[in-house]
């Protein structure tokens, strides 16, 4: 049975979060997140989030509600994955990356620490970090 507690947030709202069963990390109550990835401790999964089988998730990284992980992507630390963005199959994160809102990291891409992929960006597997092409 999944134990949820009431946990108030910076901005003062209230969220009901558990702790995922591999890594110990907050799991909100209305994301799905699969038994087989790693959410470390100190990591927020907020509502709505899709996380995929053999995802890794790393250390004070943030998923806000809309959020999908796909299978095997890994996040380094400090990461942050805007509302609607989508990181792709196999994906790797750096540390310190922020994925802006519906933006897409595509399968395999590789980005690296310190990089931002701007809101409704796609980041490419072929591309370098700093390459991305805007929404049409």
Do not use: F
């Not at 069963?21 to 997140?33: C, I, K, M, R, S």
């Not at 990835?37 to 999964?45: D, E, G, L, R």
């Not at 400090?78 to 990291?105: D, I, N, P, T």
Request: proline letters at 4%; charged letters at 20%; a neutral charge.
């Amino acid at each position: 049975m999944k134990r949820y507690e009431d946990l108030e947030r910076d901005d003062g709202t209230v969220v009901r979060y558990r702790r995922h069963q591999n890594g110990d990390g907050l799991v909100a109550a209305g994301a799905q997140v699969a038994a087989s990835a790693y959410v470390a401790p100190s990591a927020w999964v907020d509502p709505g989030v899709e996380v995929g089988a053999d995802v890794r998730i790393g250390e004070h990284c943030w998923l806000e509600p809309g959020a999908k992980v796909q299978p095997g992507a890994q996040l380094g630390t400090h990461v942050h994955v805007g509302r609607g963005a989508v990181v792709g199959a196999g994906a790797r994160l750096g540390s310190r990356v922020s994925v802006g809102v519906g933006a897409v990291v595509e399968a395999r891409a590789v980005v690296e620490s310190e990089t931002t992929v701007p809101s409704r960006a796609v980041a490419h597997r072929s591309s370098r970090a700093s390459a991305w092409t805007p929404a049409a």
